[in-house]
């Protein structure tokens, strides 16, 4: 397949880290979202939509932009930014959990 003009062999490379980064963001995601479940159960609704506002919006966007546009990662700065902003959402998350 081509990306851009890239080479298959750039193209195969740059789909081999992206496939990465979405292991690593799913390994975070899936905690969040039961911890998100289990503080929706306990009537806690708010903490999880302020993480998610937090993990998205405030870590995730500006740092996808800056890797980007700064540092020129394309592509894969926008996944190193999803992957970063799933983590600490999910994070959050799962320590506000333990505080119940």
Do not use: C, Q, Y
């Amino acid at each position: 397949f081509r990306l851009l003009g890239a080479s298959d062999h750039t193209a195969a490379g740059i789909a081999a880290v992206l496939l990465l980064l979405l292991a690593v963001s799913d390994l975070f995601g899936p905690g969040g979202a039961v911890a998100g479940g289990l503080l929706r159960g306990l009537k806690d609704t708010r903490p999880v939509m302020l993480f998610s506002l937090v993990g998205n919006w405030v870590i995730a966007a500006p740092f996808a932009l800056a890797l980007t546009k700064v540092a020129e990662l394309g592509a894969i700065g926008i996944w190193v930014a999803l992957a970063t902003g799933t983590a600490v959402s999910s994070l959050l998350t799962m320590l506000w959990l333990r505080r119940h």
